[in-house]
């Protein structure tokens, strides 16, 4: 673009107040409109609602239940299920808690909360819970975060699996998770298929939600 032309434009975006210009460095930044509508676009956001919309579809893709966690005062909480057309018996329901540092829900999510916050959890889940986290948690949680979902079978239920990806919201923190689970044998056989699409089915609801991480991909997408 011709400078004369972008000297207009960026004219025009400074008078309406979309665009600011710093006297010092003569460069240009978003203005006080910008920030304005931006906020007012994240305070319509519902991550629950979109994350919900995207679990019939993950159903659909892995023929696997399909589980909304958000985090509560007993650990990570089953707020929807996506049953899928493969009959499936077990004691969870709407409302069932998993262990934050045992399971890979919780696991999911420590991994994308700032530490103090995250070591401040762990602490009650060993005092309150009377959890038991493993040896290598923190190294496991680096894990987590660098490829973007956790796996695990469980210990509460045997011959139950489960692979978990986080909802992240505009400050790269994990607001909820969708969890994949059903029988050790089933979901190891489609294993990494089912990442695959857990994975890019959480990417998208969280750059819905504003967030740049991409998960799967090691950090921050360039945009």
Known sequence: MPNSLAHRYLASLTASGLAVQ???TGLYDLGPAAIRIGASALG???????????????????????????????????????????????????????????????????????????DHLIELAVSKNHEKPPSDLLDRLATVRR????????????????ISAPILDVQEEAVACLTLIGASV??????????????????????ACGSRFSLGGGG???L
């Open 22 to 24: 710093d006297e010092i």
């Open 147 to 162: 490829r973007g979902y956790d796996e695990a079978e469980s210990v509460l239920i045997p011959g139950l699996a489960a």
């Open 44 to 118: 319509r956001l519902d991550p629950l609602r979109l994350a919900g919309e995207a679990m019939p579809q993950l159903v659909a893709d892995t023929g696997l239940p399909t589980l909304l966690n958000v985090l509560g005062d007993r650990g990570p909480t089953i707020v929807r299920w996506e049953r899928s057309f493969v009959p499936f018996i077990t004691t969870l329901s709407v409302g069932s808690t998993f262990q934050l540092t045992n399971s890979a829900t919780g696991r999911a999510m420590l991994a994308f909360m700032p530490s103090q916050i995250r």
């Open 186 to 207: 089933e979901v190891s056989s489609i294993k990494e298929m089912a990442i695959a699409r857990l994975v890019e089915a959480s990417s998208r609801v969280s750059q």
């Open 220 to 222: 921050v997408a360039d």
